[in-house]
């Protein structure tokens, strides 16, 4: 149970265009998920948090123009990357969590998405 | 503000060895928990423990246990019997107790090394 699955796993895509990410909860509804960006051989950095039915929550510092979340049902939340640049390349992690468990909302993790922006 | 803290970059330990991870983090609040994931070069998130604060008993999963000093703010990680599978980014993680919107505040991360 509780898994979370990402597509694309990976993507190029050309400056100044835009990419879309997907983040699906297969077995259980989650009314909040969380986007995460890595880059490499560093931790995971919190970019915002979808609450599904209403606007995201972003971080300080993260353009909410150009990271485009989307929560639209409840096993559902994509990322748009809006005109998109090299220095948008990087590692996207989405997480979920379920309302019940061991840890209420404990947060599971999708595969992440590899962004490549020529 | 809760943070983290991995003073460990990088370790190495023999295979069936045992290897301690260090973590160390600063919040004031009395009830939370915290984690231990592991990254492997897939990159997918994997988790390996789970420690509920207000448990005194210190967590273990088959080779996997954790030291929490709940006073010293302190939850290091001990490896048992190491594997060349256990190879890994290691990241320390808190979490407050409550709802759905609470975050995870991640450590900066241990790159474990086994050596055969």
């Known amino acids: 149970g509780a898994v979370v699955s990402q597509h694309p796993s990976w993507v190029i895509c050309k400056s100044g265009t835009s990419v879309k990410i997907e983040c699906r909860s297969l077995d259980f509804q989650a009314t909040t998920m969380f986007w995460y960006r890595q880059f490499p051989k560093q931790s995971l950095m919190l970019m915002a948090t979808?609450?599904?039915?209403?606007?995201?929550?972003?971080e300080q510092g993260v353009e909410k123009d150009k990271f485009l979340i989307n929560h639209a049902s409840l096993t559902l939340s994509t990322l748009t990357v809006t005109s998109a640049h090299p220095e948008d390349s990087s590692f996207y992690i989405c997480?979920?969590?379920?309302?019940?468990?061991?840890?209420?909302?404990?947060?599971?993790f999708g595969p992440g998405t590899r962004l490549t922006v020529t | 503000a809760q943070t983290v803290t991995q003073s460990q970059p990088e370790m190495s330990v023999q295979e069936a060895e045992t290897v301690t991870l260090s973590c160390t983090y600063d919040?004031?609040?009395?009830?939370?928990?915290l984690f231990w994931y592991k990254q492997p070069p897939s990159r997918q998130m994997i988790l390996v423990i789970r420690?509920?604060?207000?448990?005194?008993q210190n967590a273990t999963e088959n080779r996997f246990s954790v030291n929490f000093q709940k006073a010293a703010k302190s939850f290091s990680l001990k490896i048992s019997d190491s594997q060349l599978g256990d190879a890994a980014m290691y990241f320390c993680a808190y979490r407050s107790y409550g709802g759905a919107t609470n975050k995870l505040i991640f450590g900066t991360g241990t790159l474990l090394a086994v050596q055969p």
């Open positions: 420690q509920e604060a207000y448990k005194q």
């Open positions: 919040t004031s609040e009395s009830d939370y928990y």
């Open positions: 997480s979920a969590s379920p309302p019940s468990g061991r840890v209420p909302y404990e947060q599971y």
């Open positions: 979808s609450n599904e039915g209403s606007k995201a929550t972003y």
